[in-house]
């Protein structure tokens, strides 16, 4: 591991106030060659834990030479219990798991998980990040889930589940039986990084200049493809698109396209090699 690579970035109150220890839950997929190549780290959105990546995207990775991970946020998945994260716990678990790899890592953030990885990389110095769909919060974002899902976004408001329902996260090209046994495995977020997303809380500058693709569908019923455009700018780039898709692209019928889309720039992109 490189010198540049051993960098942490310590605050007053991460030493004063340091997050509590959780235990994680991390899945992978190795290839049977090594490569060199760097590893990627898969980072859930709120609800989601790292069985998401795990149906696909894990597997395809490594069978295109890249180590791949997928870390469960405390109180997801199979992680700790943990139902007073915050947005700043959620990012350490990413910062805890990157440091850990045997290289430095490309972080991969979908939904809200995107955020957290926004907020991750100001303490990880990583190879490169992808965020896909990504959920950076703000008044528009939910008062579009609120016109799309009044039922299911209206408790998480005032301190309940986020419950996201079929038409928000697939297509219509899924399976409905698929579709249901995703849904069912959905769990929730922390109430405090729930309420954080209506700040939108700004993520500060990232540890040196680590090249960022944005990713998500006009279609998704999640994000706005104004959002999508909006957080591709602020990282100097153009979202790439994929229509016809839904908020969960790594689960939805065409999920190859995406990872293949995602390998495929950490191929070209010097700076992530």
């Known amino acids: 591991m490189s010198?540049?690579?051993?960098?942490?970035i310590m605050r007053g109150r991460e030493w004063s106030r340091p997050?509590?220890?959780?235990?994680?839950?991390?899945?992978s997929a190795i290839p049977q060659?090594?490569?060199g190549r760097p590893p990627l780290l898969f980072v859930p959105g709120f609800g989601h834990g790292a069985w998401a990546f795990a149906e696909h995207w894990l597997g395809h990775a490594a069978s295109r030479g890249f180590p791949a991970y997928a870390v469960s946020l405390r109180g997801?998945?199979?992680?700790?219990?943990a139902p007073e994260a915050t947005l700043r716990?959620?990012?350490h678990d990413v910062v805890q798991v990157a440091a850990g790899l045997p290289r430095q890592a490309v972080l991969v953030g979908h939904g809200a998980g995107a955020l957290v990885v926004a907020h991750a990389l100001a303490r990880y110095p990583a190879r490169a990040a992808v965020l896909v769909a990504p959920v950076f919060g703000g008044w528009g974002v939910l008062g579009a889930a609120l016109r799309r899902n009044p039922a299911g976004t209206l408790p998480a408001v005032f301190g309940g589940p986020l419950r996201l329902n079929r038409g928000q996260l697939f297509s219509r090209e899924l399976p409905d039986e698929e579709a249901r046994r995703y849904v069912g495995r959905l769990g929730r977020a922390g109430r405090r990084a729930q309420w954080a997303l209506l700040g939108e809380p700004e993520a500060e500058p990232a540890v040196g200049t680590p090249p960022v693709l944005v990713l998500g569908s006009p279609d998704?019923?999640?994000?706005?493809?104004?959002t999508l455009t909006r957080v591709a700018r602020r990282y100097g780039s153009a979202p790439l698109l994929f229509p016809g898709m839904g908020h969960d692209v790594m689960l939805d019928a065409r999920w190859a396209e995406p990872i293949d889309a995602i390998l495929d720039w950490l191929e070209k992109e010097p700076a992530a090699h």
């Open 19 to 27: 997050v509590r220890p959780a235990r994680r839950e991390v899945l």
């Open 33 to 35: 060659l090594e490569e």
């Open 3 to 8: 010198a540049r690579s051993e960098l942490r």
């Open 89 to 91: 716990a959620y990012a």
């Open 220 to 226: 998704d019923r999640v994000v706005p493809a104004s």
């Open 76 to 81: 997801h998945g199979g992680s700790e219990p």
